[in-house]
């Protein structure tokens, strides 16, 4: 049974940092592409960063580059989002996902996810 568990998320002031993290267990974490995904009310869910869990290629989303770190620690299967100079707009549940194949510079086909940890940043 695949399990992904998220933490870290909390209320933040605009300009300031969380760092999410997601425990991954119950398959062969090394194989897979980690993303980190969010959603606010009323919006899509969209991708906003991946690793390689074997590589350690990172992909992000434009609005999120040079702000959000995604790294991961294959000893504890864990992969970690840090999130700086966080604005009001970075609001939303974000959600951790993992895939099998295919290629971690896409969002597309991830199919595992966590529950979701809420990131309210205000202004």
């Known amino acids: 049974q695949v399990q992904l568990v998220e933490s870290g998320g909390g209320s933040v002031q605009a300009g300031g940092s969380l760092r999410l993290s997601c425990a991954a267990s119950?398959?062969?974490?090394?194989?897979?592409?980690m993303g980190w995904f969010r959603q606010a009310p009323g919006k899509e869910r969209e991708g906003v960063a991946a690793?390689?869990?074997?590589?350690?290629?990172?992909n992000y989303a434009d609005s999120v580059k040079g702000r959000f770190t995604v790294a991961q620690d294959n000893a504890k299967n864990t992969v970690y989002l840090q999130m700086s100079s966080l604005v009001p707009e970075d609001t939303a549940m974000y959600y951790c996902?993992?895939?099998?194949?295919?290629?971690?510079?896409?969002?597309?086909?991830?199919?595992?996810w966590g529950q979701g940890t809420q990131v309210t940043v205000s202004s």
């Open positions: 996902a993992a895939k099998y194949g295919g290629s971690c510079l896409s969002f597309a086909a991830y199919n595992r």
């Open positions: 119950g398959y062969r974490y090394s194989r897979n592409c």
């Open positions: 690793i390689s869990a074997a590589y350690g290629i990172t």
